[in-house]
């Protein structure tokens, strides 16, 4: 099922939480929508499944209009981040609940009803503990009892409200890889919410990120993470280091370098900006030719890891984060208390004017 959100607007009071948001989900798609807390997720979700009414706009199913249609007609299953299992059931009867309280006229029979349960702890890989109660299971297995549940009733929509949220990193991982194989394994349409960025960007095959009520930018999680349109996007989806400078004309004057904006840039007279990630920064002994660099000091260097992190200050005393390859590590011989340059590979400029100049160097 597809779901298209149109111009939606949801108050609570004054307060507007979801101001003008627009997205579609394509049929079998799984979208995560990832914003700081109170950025309008949870109210988003809730609006989709029909537990919130928004003031302006529509939600449309499979291009129908959904606004008027009760939450069970809309066929939703739902997980949220504290799941209250039954305590006095067992798995099994957590899961066929959902089952046995369909109106007679739909209800299968007992047998069958045993047949789909086997078939759901099969899924999500609990069929040996069916017995037991949920005080005896792990914070994982219950989110996957919570799971099993909310597919029972076969689902046209999946909404997850930051399923693992609760869990430690650990087993968070383990579950999200497992959510993007069961989600690929029964095709349904899936929105997955999260503050966690590498959860969101591992485990959907589209990002949206909100922040304050708003739609700042949607996209595969290669889009968003090296493209992103916004500096607010650009800080949340990891570190990043921001140098300032000045574009004068249609010249940038980063420090005591200068380049040309790309062709086609209309020349202006601003504040500028450059983002880069710790990555896309490089160390050198000596000034490199063609790059923005600048004289600094290693104060830390955290070789633990599949990468080096370096950590350096400015003359300005700025600190500036580096992250290179084991390999160039070694090569260079990095330490602590080394003079060294810093040099920029690749960059994103915002400036105070519109647009945006993606400055590949
Ligand atoms: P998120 O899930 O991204 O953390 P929410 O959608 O829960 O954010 O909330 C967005 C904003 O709307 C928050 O500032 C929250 O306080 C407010 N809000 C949410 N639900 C209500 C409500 N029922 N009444 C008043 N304010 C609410
Ligand atoms: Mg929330």
Do not use: C
Request: hydrophobic share 40%.
């Amino acid at each position: 099922m597809s779901i298209e959100i149109q111009h939606v607007t949801k108050r609570f009071g004054g307060f507007t939480a979801l101001n003008d948001v627009s997205l579609t989900v394509p049929s079998g798609e799984l979208v995560a929508l990832l914003g700081p807390s109170g950025s309008g997720k949870t109210t988003l979700l809730r609006v989709i499944a029909g537990l919130e009414v928004a003031d302006e706009g529509a939600v449309l199913f499979d291009g129908q209009d959904a606004t008027d249609r009760n939450v069970r007609d809309r066929r939703v299953g739902f997980v949220f981040q504290h799941h209250a299992l039954f305590r006095h059931m067992t798995v099994f009867e957590n899961v066929a609940f959902g089952l046995r309280v369909k109106p007679r006229q739909e209800r299968a029979s007992a047998s069958e009803i045993r047949d789909q349960v086997e078939e759901l702890l099969g899924l999500v890989q609990l069929e040996r503990l069916a017995a037991r109660y949920p005080s005896q299971l792990s914070g994982g297995q219950r989110q996957r009892v919570a799971l099993a549940r909310a597919l029972a009733v076969q689902p046209k929509l999946l909404l997850l409200d930051e399923p693992f949220g609760a869990l430690d990193a650990k087993v968070r991982q383990e579950l999200r890889r497992w959510l993007r194989r069961l989600h690929d394994e029964i095709g349904v349409t899936s929105v997955f919410v999260t503050h966690d960025q590498d959860e969101a960007l591992e485990v959907a095959d589209r990002v949206v990120i909100l922040h304050e009520g708003r739609v700042e930018q949607t996209g595969s999680p290669e889009e968003v993470y090296h493209h992103p349109s916004t500096p607010f996007v650009y800080h949340f989806l990891g570190n990043v280091n921001l140098f300032h400078g000045r574009v004068e004309g249609t010249t940038l004057h980063l420090g005591e370098f200068t380049m040309e904006l790309p062709k086609g840039s209309s020349p202006t007279d601003v504040e500028a900006v450059a983002y880069a990630r710790p990555h896309l920064l490089d160390i050198d002994h000596t000034p490199p030719d063609g790059r923005p660099n600048f004289p600094a000091s290693i104060t830390d260097v955290n070789a633990a890891g599949p990468v080096v992190k370096v950590e350096l200050a400015t003359k300005a005393g700025a600190v500036v984060n580096v992250e290179l390859s084991q390999e160039r590590y070694r090569i260079l011989g990095l330490q602590r208390g080394m003079e060294v340059f810093v040099s920029i590979k690749d960059m994103q400029l915002f400036t105070s004017a519109p647009g945006i100049f993606g400055a590949g160097i």
